[in-house]
């Protein structure tokens, strides 16, 4: 059963929730419909104004670490620039997982290469393994949580997130860009995912 409340606007956390990990804002696959995984598509005019949009709900946050895919990374630019911080630390370990061929493909284009993979949720050959995805960026969670006092934004990918959720045995959840969950890490290490955020008003596009 899933046990994430539904979104809220803004970032109200509780006390014990210093992260606020979210989606990237619009890139061009996205817009294309195309599943993007470790490719690297830039955003869109319309990703860019969308992460404008959210640093107006952030009052809150200290610093901004993000994914180093261009998608995320300038995401936590523009919005690290439009709240007066520090530039955004860049973070590997916060990477969407790599989709091997179907990276830059739509979901009919899978469906007739690989069919009945989407739908029992296999991956292709060459993909990164979903536990090693899981595993890297709950490490990159940790590392940030241990290195970084105060409240953090995390701008990350959407198969992160989900990965993040499936750590704790909760079910999918499609994130749309701008949207996500507040975090904590206790002092075992261990990821709580709190309130779900929606920074901005945005239906989740398909793919990743």
Do not use: K
């Amino acid at each position: 059963m899933d046990r994430t409340p539904h979104p809220t606007r803004g970032s109200s956390a509780t006390a014990t929730d210093r992260l606020l990990v979210v989606r990237h804002g619009q890139s061009l696959w996205n817009l294309q419909g195309r599943w993007q995984g470790s490719a690297d598509p830039p955003l869109t005019d319309t990703g860019r104004a969308q992460a404008l949009a959210a640093a107006r709900q952030l009052g809150d946050v200290e610093h901004v670490w993000a994914s180093d895919l261009e998608r995320a990374a300038e995401t936590g630019q523009i919005i690290a620039t439009a709240l007066g911080l520090d530039q955004p630390q860049l973070h590997p370990g916060l990477r969407e997982g790599g989709l091997g061929p179907w990276q830059g493909l739509t979901m009919e284009e899978i469906d007739a290469g690989w069919p009945g993979y989407r739908q029992d949720n296999r991956r292709p050959a060459g993909a990164e393994d979903p536990d090693l995805v899981e595993q890297r960026v709950l490490s990159a969670l940790r590392q940030i949580a241990a290195s970084t006092p105060g409240r953090v934004l995390v701008i990350s990918h959407a198969g992160c997130l989900y990965a993040l959720r499936r750590s704790i045995g909760l079910g999918f959840i499609r994130y749309g860009n701008l949207c996500g969950f507040n975090a904590s890490v206790d002092g075992q290490s261990m990821i709580r995912v709190g309130t779900s955020v929606a920074l901005i008003d945005a239906a989740a596009p398909e793919g990743l």
